[in-house]
DNA sequence: TCCTTTACCGAACGACTGGTCGGATAATCT
DNA sequence: AGATTATCCGACCAGTCGTTCGGTAAAGGA
């Protein structure tokens, strides 16, 4: 049991106040650009010193891609996710994943830009595949209960409409010009009602 | 000039045939976490040779982001994205982008994935903002002329629309389960016409 | 104060990287 | 056949990579 009490040098960082630099230099230099030297010097600590905290330039990227995968399956987990007209249900995913998407915006847009190199971002591919599975099985639900236009192939439309929100890592930035409510607002209305001009 | 006379060894690959492998590793591996040896050994050729037809990693890079530069250009220059209604215009070139995206699929899926490291990523960002520009203004034109809702940020619109349709790269596959024209056909349907069921 | 514990650092390692070079090889041209 | 020319290759190089290790610095507990 840790018992709360702190012996010894106190270091500079939390682990997850560390993980928050790498992160940010993974999205920067991109994750096999990276250098563990490019990670030490970020964080002002030397290469050996770094290592002292991690156990190498892997697990750093296992603990980034897990907590975004979390925080994505936690929006399939709230109550309305599965209560209620699937339609509805749909709306409330799409909304909450950009919500998400802003929220842990380094994160997630470190585990879209994985490639199944490793092991840590083949298990990463994988838990994408469920998620996307989860999602589709919500569009047909929603073709099955006449909320959807059924003249689309639900496999399509949840591709296009879940491609529609990871784009949104490419250029939203927090403080930026549009806030996170706004770009989720714009996503589902543009999703579910479209371009055109109301006749 | 060049006479077309062949004279010496004839060489196993043409530059394009050579590109063609070269980008498909880049795809499978990653730019940056490609090695020469990677490059050769999947020509069959060793390293030094390959040298002897490439001047080096990056040139590969350009000679295949510009040729995705060339392609997605090449669509604001036809005539059907200059002439008519802003909105029909809009309707053509978010059609071909997906057709071309389907053609050079290699290509402007490595064209996706740059992030500046190079100076040949770098030059290639600038072109795709340059495509963007271009793009809203042609969303803005529809706006003004009536024929898009104008509830809804022009430049937050067209990112949404553009990060939908560069995000067909992450699952289509030539000879996959949906042709382009189904892609470029659904996703149209999508973005001006939304996905509720009509009433 | 001394002891334990934790954080930190300098220096080095073996493996691998992008890139070079001199020469061998296999075609065409005369 | 012999000269010419482009293609191909084995061996190598200097630099960088992720990682390790022996030791020092700084804190709390006794």
Do not use: C
Not at 21 to 45: N, S, W
Not at 97 to 123: F, I, K, M, Q
Not at 177 to 194: K, N, S, Y
């Amino acid at each position: 049991m840790d018992s709360g009490v702190k012996r010894g040098r106190p270091a500079r960082y939390t682990p997850d106040e560390l993980l928050d630099v790498v992160v940010g230099v993974f999205i920067a230099r991109g994750y096999d650009a990276t250098t563990m030297d490019d990670l030490a010097r970020a964080t002002g600590l030397t290469k050996s010193s770094f290592y002292h905290h991690v156990s190498g330039k892997e697990e750093l990227l296992r603990r980034a891609v897990a907590r975004a995968v979390d925080a994505l399956f936690a929006v399939l987990a709230e109550p309305s996710s599965s209560r209620g007209p699937a339609v509805d249900r749909l709306e409330h995913v799409v909304r909450r994943s950009v919500d998400v998407l802003a929220a842990e915006l380094p994160y997630v847009t470190l585990l879209l830009r994985v490639r199944g190199n490793t092991a840590a971002e083949r298990w990463a591919l994988s838990r994408r595949r469920e998620f996307d599975r989860r999602l589709s099985a919500l569009v047909q639900a929603a073709i099955d209960e006449g909320d959807v236009r059924a003249d689309l192939d639900p496999a399509l439309v949840t591709r296009l409409v879940f491609g529609m929100v990871n784009g949104v890592v490419e250029w939203y930035r927090p403080g930026g010009a549009h806030r996170a409510t706004e770009v989720a607002d714009a996503l589902v209305r543009l999703v579910f009602d479209g371009l055109r001009s109301p006749p």
